[in-house]
């Protein structure tokens, strides 16, 4: 994969996730990130990135990087989501 591909899969993989955990946040009126199938798609994304990028974190790291730029709250959630995927640490 080159460079260019690699950035639109993150930012793909960001946008996903971002709207995975807004539509489910409280400030957005949903009923919560923590709802079990959400937390479970959001953990699914990570494990996907941890295995892609060969059991390290940095895939995650950059798509966590894009979360923070875009919604820094939605990023708080999200490391705490991934915590214990591979080697993420909350």
Do not use: H
Not at 6 to 33: A, H, M, V, W
Not at 42 to 56: C, K, Y
């Amino acid at each position: 994969m080159d460079r260019a591909e690699e950035e639109s899969r993150i930012d793909e993989t960001c946008q996903e996730l971002i709207s995975l955990l807004r539509k489910n946040s409280s400030y957005e009126g949903g009923p919560g990130f923590r709802q079990p199938d959400t937390l479970a798609a959001i953990r699914s994304v990570g494990e996907r990135l941890n295995r892609a990028a060969d059991g390290t974190t940095y895939l995650m790291s950059k798509v966590a990087s894009k979360v923070q730029a875009t919604d820094p709250l939605a990023a708080s959630w999200l490391n705490n989501a991934w915590n214990g995927i591979g080697y993420w640490q909350s």
